[in-house]
């Protein structure tokens, strides 16, 4: 017997995807020219709907630029709670974080160019939404976690906390992405070049593990 899809569920389907499509598509614009130069009516001509069907779900561009950046933080923040540590001691735990937040920050490559766009905004939108500023929490209790297994067993120097490491982590991974053509133009190595992946990431979780694992200064 054939299920028969109710015509609420249908349009309910139908919202969920254009908005997944006028988030993908405004994504791609904002990443590309900023909160400032984007146009809503691009926005509308690529996702084949009208301006005036964009303001209805997302109040105005305002509202469309601060969903974007809602959907961008969750990406990794989803990544982040579906890492599997279970068996892990803190020493593989934190490589294994190190290693996610790479291979994520290579995949989204657009997640950094928001970021950047929001940095020369001073975060003027990320502290109005209710919803990223709740998304920071996570991070820092995962990482909390790992910091704290590996400091109760001594394995871990006590005078560091988790956001040290979060902004250890990420500034690494941020940079490869965000100064790779000016890295490539000084010293003609492309950062992201598949011959330098391996080598790059596990030199990330070395670093942070001698870093965690060195003794503190007296």
């Known amino acids: 017997m ?4 109710s015509k609420p569920e249908k349009r309910r389907r139908n ?9 993908a598509v405004a994504t791609e614009e904002f990443a590309d020219k900023g ?3 984007a146009r809503v009516d691009e926005i509308a001509t690529k996702t084949h709907t009208t301006k005036r069907m964009i303001y209805y779900y997302f109040t105005d561009k305002e509202g469309l630029y601060k969903s974007v950046l809602e959907h961008a933080y969750s990406v990794i923040r989803a990544q982040e709670r579906e890492l599997d540590l279970e068996g ?3 020493t593989a735990a934190v490589r294994a974080l190190a290693e996610l937040t790479f291979d994520h920050h290579e995949q989204h490559p657009n997640f950094i160019r928001l970021v950047a766009n929001e940095n ?5 939108h990320i502290e109005k939404s209710e919803l990223l500023s709740g ?3 996570p991070a820092a209790d995962l990482v909390s976690q790992i910091l704290h297994d590996g400091q109760q067993s001594g394995a871990f120097r006590s005078d560091v906390d988790a956001l040290d490491i979060h902004m250890l982590i990420s500034s690494y991974c941020v940079f490869r992405i965000a100064n790779r ?3 490539k133009a000084l010293f003609d190595r492309d950062l992201t070049d598949s011959t330098h992946r391996e ?10 593990v001698a870093f965690l694992t060195s003794k503190a200064p007296s």
């Open 2 to 5: 054939n299920s028969v899809v």
């Open 15 to 23: 919202s969920d995807l254009t908005r997944v499509n006028i988030i």
């Open 35 to 37: 909160f400032a130069g």
């Open 88 to 90: 892990l001691n803190p």
């Open 120 to 124: 020369m905004l001073r975060g003027e």
């Open 135 to 137: 998304l920071g929490a």
């Open 181 to 183: 053509y000016t890295f």
């Open 199 to 208: 080598h790059l990431r596990t030199m990330l979780g070395d670093m942070v």
